[in-house]
């Protein structure tokens, strides 16, 4: 036996050991929507900022991951006495990933574009109090409102209000160009996407060096992907019958949690016979929701009464207005004409709530009379058919943007609910600074809506994270989608 060889051969079996371990600055993360494009000021899909929302893109705020909003771009600001002047002071040394240098102009031209008459932005009533934006010198800008809005500094931590630079903004869809931690790569649509930690990025460094996002939209290969180990972490995981035995997996962990989704039955409500009441509450009635929430999500996800999160502390517990009661929905049925029943699209894009959700729905609807034609759309046919084209009866979907009730006041969004009195107590609550009386509009609003059954609220969408157990630094909860790479790291 050559003991110097079998020494050798352990020495550098050792240094392999360590150069493995060493090299755990990457990691893979799968999801089950793909991103139509990347560029979040220009598309309203969830996918586009959970992969660019911190990491390639930043605002002047930014949401964390308890739903705060710290700073950002903007290391500080003032706001005047009577709340209409914002003096933001903007960070230094900071540069785009193109090498071009970040300053108070890209912030003048961000929020103008995002403000702009021909904005293409999906949430421009962000910015509906801004009336001038101002460059004081490279440093600062102020932002000048019309009138009060308490809720601009939550506002521009959104997604939607990201800085972007004027010489990249028309390329930022297929190659964004943002000021984070990490700069695009390579998108292999349908398959991949990866980024890479930028070096000049101005805040501190993050651990990884490089993460890949995988799209897998089928729930059995999201559970073979998991199981074989060929992902790292999979955010909102489409198979939620099978965590119980992932959990039983010493290799893998777990993470429950709530998100800010309000899953929905939307109905259209300029269409008939949507555009009736008696309908939209019969449509309500013949739901019963914790069924979808045991058959379609295996009791993952919280019942709701109105678009409003139950854990937010304004949140007003609507359900029994709406509750399962289909005698009461076919008596509504012939009070509104349709004795007999009525045939209706369902239109469901790719996720699991969304197209096990609409099986059941169906199921339902049909027994009160109501036949609802299922067409399953891929995620960009859904957002150009019912969201942009408002051609469908109903379709189901999450609304995972933070506290957005909002939506409801733009008659113009997909829904196209219509209602001057919802409208006002919006208006009144951007221009209200006291938070007991927010929460008094906020709960009107909730209410007015809940009468109005203008949707089938369905329930508030669990996070569902599933990770090999040395990941450290993921979300629990979702306040925003996002996957905050820069808090990511291996277990050492």
Same mark, same amino acid.
């Given at each position: 036996m050559?003991?110097? =060889?079998?020494l050798?051969?352990?020495?550098?079996?050792?240094v392999?050991g360590?150069?493995?371990?060493?090299?755990?600055?990457?990691?893979t993360?799968?999801?089950?929507?793909e991103?139509?494009?990347l560029?979040?000021?220009?598309?309203a899909?969830?996918?586009?900022d959970?992969?660019?929302?911190?990491?390639?893109?930043?605002?002047?705020?930014?949401?964390? %991951?308890?739903?705060?909003?710290?700073?950002?771009?903007a290391?500080s600001w003032?706001?005047?006495?009577d709340? &209409?002047?914002?003096?933001?002071?903007?960070?230094?040394?900071?540069?785009?990933?193109d090498? %071009?240098?970040?300053d108070?102009?890209?912030?003048?031209?961000s929020?103008?574009?995002?403000?702009?008459?021909?904005?293409?932005?999906?949430?421009k009533?962000?910015?509906?109090?801004?009336?001038?934006?101002?460059?004081?010198d490279?440093?600062?800008v102020?932002v000048?409102?019309?009138?009060?809005?308490? %809720? &601009?500094?939550?506002?521009?931590?959104?997604?939607?209000?990201v800085?972007?630079?004027?010489?990249?903004?028309?390329?930022?869809? $297929?190659?964004p160009?943002?000021?984070?931690?990490?700069?695009?790569?390579?998108?292999?649509?349908?398959? =991949?996407?990866? &980024?890479?930690?930028?070096?000049?990025?101005?805040?501190?460094?993050?651990?990884?060096?490089?993460?890949?996002?995988r799209f897998?939209?089928?729930?059995?290969?999201?559970l073979?992907a998991?199981?074989a180990?060929?992902?790292?972490?999979?955010t909102?995981?489409?198979?939620p019958?099978?965590?119980?035995?992932?959990a039983?997996?010493?290799?893998?962990?777990?993470?429950?949690?709530?998100?800010?989704?309000?899953?929905?039955?939307?109905?259209?409500?300029?269409?008939?016979?949507?555009?009736?009441?008696?309908? =939209?509450?019969?449509? $309500?009635?013949?739901?019963?929701?914790?069924?979808?929430?045991?058959?379609?999500m295996?009791?993952?996800?919280?019942?709701?009464?109105t678009?409003?999160?139950p854990?937010?502390? +304004?949140?007003?517990?609507?359900?029994?207005?709406?509750?399962?009661?289909?005698?009461? %929905?076919?008596?509504?049925?012939?009070e509104?004409?349709?004795?007999?029943?009525?045939?209706?699209?369902?239109k469901?894009?790719?996720p699991?709530y969304?197209r =096990?959700?609409?099986?059941?729905? +169906?199921a339902?609807?049909?027994?009160?009379?109501?036949?609802?034609?299922?067409?399953?759309?891929?995620?960009a046919?859904?957002?150009?058919?019912?969201?942009?084209?408002?051609?469908?009866?109903?379709?189901?979907?999450?609304?995972?943007?933070?506290?957005?009730?909002?939506?409801y006041?733009?008659?113009?969004?997909?829904?196209?609910?219509?209602?001057?009195a919802?409208?006002?107590?919006?208006?009144?609550? $951007?221009?209200? $600074?006291?938070?007991?009386?927010?929460?008094?509009?906020?709960?009107?609003?909730q209410t007015?809506?809940?009468?109005?059954?203008?949707n089938?609220?369905?329930?508030?969408?669990?996070?569902?994270?599933?990770?090999?157990?040395?990941v450290?630094?993921?979300?629990?909860?979702?306040?925003?989608?996002?996957?905050?790479?820069?808090?990511?790291?291996?277990a050492n």
């Open positions: 050559n003991i110097r =060889r079998l050798s051969a352990s020495a550098i079996a050792l392999a360590l150069g493995t371990a060493q090299a755990q600055t990457a990691m993360i799968a999801m089950q929507l991103p139509p494009n560029d979040p000021t220009g598309g899909a969830e996918a586009i959970s992969v660019v929302y911190a990491n390639i893109f930043q605002g002047l705020t930014r949401f964390t %991951s308890d739903g705060s909003v710290i700073p950002s771009l290391e003032e706001i005047s006495g709340g &209409l002047t914002y003096t933001f002071k903007l960070q230094g040394g900071v540069t785009f990933h090498g %071009s240098a970040f108070a102009e890209d912030v003048k031209f929020l103008d574009r995002a403000r702009a008459e021909t904005s293409t932005n999906a949430q009533a962000l910015f509906a109090q801004i009336a001038d934006v101002a460059v004081v490279p440093q600062t102020t000048t409102l019309s009138e009060p809005n308490g %809720s &601009l500094l939550f506002n521009l931590a959104w997604g939607d209000a800085i972007v630079a004027p010489e990249t903004a028309e390329t930022n869809a $297929t190659n160009v943002g000021t984070g931690p990490y700069k695009f790569v390579e998108w292999v649509q349908g398959d =991949r996407l990866t &980024l890479a930690r930028s070096d000049a990025y101005w805040g501190p460094a993050p651990a990884l060096e490089t993460a890949t996002f897998i939209s089928d729930p059995s290969a999201a073979a998991v199981m180990e060929d992902v790292d972490v999979f909102g995981f489409p198979a019958e099978n965590l119980a035995q992932i039983a997996d010493s290799r893998f962990q777990v993470i429950t949690g709530s998100t800010e989704g309000e899953t929905i039955l939307a109905m259209n409500n300029k269409a008939a016979p949507f555009d009736n009441i008696k309908v =939209r509450q019969a449509v $309500t009635h013949a739901i019963d929701r914790q069924a979808i929430i045991d058959g379609a295996f009791g993952y996800g919280t019942p709701i009464g678009h409003f999160a854990h937010n502390p +304004a949140y007003v517990d609507l359900t029994a207005g709406s509750g399962y009661d289909p005698e009461l %929905s076919k008596k509504l049925l012939a509104a004409g349709f004795a007999d029943g009525f045939t209706t699209t369902l469901l894009p790719p699991s969304a =096990r959700g609409g099986e059941i729905i +169906a339902q609807l049909a027994e009160v009379g109501i036949t609802a034609e299922i067409s399953n759309l891929e995620w046919q859904w957002l150009e058919q019912a969201f942009k084209g408002k051609d469908f009866g109903l379709t189901i979907v999450s609304h995972t943007e933070p506290m957005d009730i909002g939506i006041a733009n008659p113009d969004y997909y829904f196209q609910y219509d209602n001057q919802f409208r006002d107590v919006m208006a009144k609550l $951007t221009g209200t $600074t006291d938070p007991a009386a927010r929460t008094a509009l906020l709960q009107e609003a007015i809506i809940a009468n109005d059954y203008v089938g609220y369905l329930f508030q969408l669990a996070a569902l994270t599933v990770a090999k157990a040395g450290q630094g993921l979300w629990a909860n979702a306040p925003v989608a996002a996957i905050d790479l820069a808090g990511l790291s291996w």
